[in-house]
Structures are given as structure tokens and as C-alpha cells.
């Protein structure tokens, strides 16, 4: 039986150091999600949108929908589709956006001095669009 029942992607026993080496892992939805937020830990194994902006709990990209309290798939690595709050070039770092309407969007984030760059922008995406970005 796994330490970690309930999701199939985390397969190590007790003590074990390697606990998934998957880029793609599968967390509870605190709430309902649509493919494409951007999500932060809220709780043990749980995600919702990312409230704030340049949060330090972001854990991925939801490839999944899932209602509250059912497993949601996260990429935390590579190339996903992510929704824009404001505009966004080529090439630019991304960062998470603010709560309220952008709750679950990246921004761009060229100018920052903190750690929470999240990847970066693979091409233009305009405003609300959607365009293809690697997390890293």
C-alpha cells in the first residue's frame, strides 16, 4: 500500500527519498478548476487558483478540470498552455497575477528581484489570451 493513498502518482513508501520523479503530478481541487490555472498549495495535497501575486506556493498549471475536492493533473515542469493577465511578449519571464478577476493567470514579471519567476513566455500572448509557456 502506498504512503501516499489516494494519489497515484506519489508511489514511494515511508522514508523513502525519491517520492515521484514526474513532472506531471495529481493534488486534490480545493475548489472547482478549469485546464489552464495557475494554481497554489492551499492545504496537504490540495490547489486553487493562485490569489497572489508573486506567491510563493505556486505548484503548477492545471491540466485538468476537476470539481472540489476531486484529483486535479498539475504540470510543474515543461510546456503548457496559461492564460495572460495583461499582456505578455516573447521571451518574457512569467510570474502569478493578483487574486479577484485574474485569480489563476500568469503576468509578465521582467523586472523582479525575487525568486518567483514561475518560466517564461514562449511566445506573444495578448491580454486574457491563452499562449504556450515552459515552467520551470
Known amino acids: 500500500m502506498s504512503y501516499f493513498a489516494g494519489y497515484p502518482n506519489l508511489e514511494a ?3 523513502a527519498s525519491l517520492v ?3 513532472f506531471v503530478i495529481t493534488m486534490l481541487a480545493g475548489e472547482d ?5 495557475l494554481v497554489e498549495i492551499t492545504g496537504d495535497f490540495t490547489v486553487k487558483k493562485c490569489q ?3 506567491s510563493t506556493k505556486v505548484k ?3 491540466l485538468t478540470g476537476a470539481k472540489n475536492g476531486s484529483p486535479v493533473s498539475i504540470a510543474c515542469r515543461g510546456l503548457v498552455r496559461a492564460t495572460a493577465w495583461g499582456s505578455i511578449g516573447a521571451g518574457d519571464q512569467i510570474g ?3 487574486g479577484g478577476t485574474s485569480a489563476g493567470f500568469i ?3 521582467n523586472n523582479s528581484k525575487n525568486t518567483t519567476i ?3 513566455a514562449l511566445q506573444a500572448i495578448a491580454s486574457g489570451g491563452v499562449g504556450i509557456v515552459a515552467l520551470w
Open 13 to 15: 513508501s515511508a522514508g
Open 20 to 22: 515521484s520523479d514526474t
Open 33 to 37: 478548476l478549469s485546464p489552464g490555472y
Open 52 to 54: 497572489t501575486q508573486n
Open 60 to 62: 503548477g498549471i492545471t
Open 96 to 98: 502569478s497575477a493578483s
Open 107 to 109: 503576468i509578465s514579471d
Open 118 to 120: 514561475l518560466g517564461q
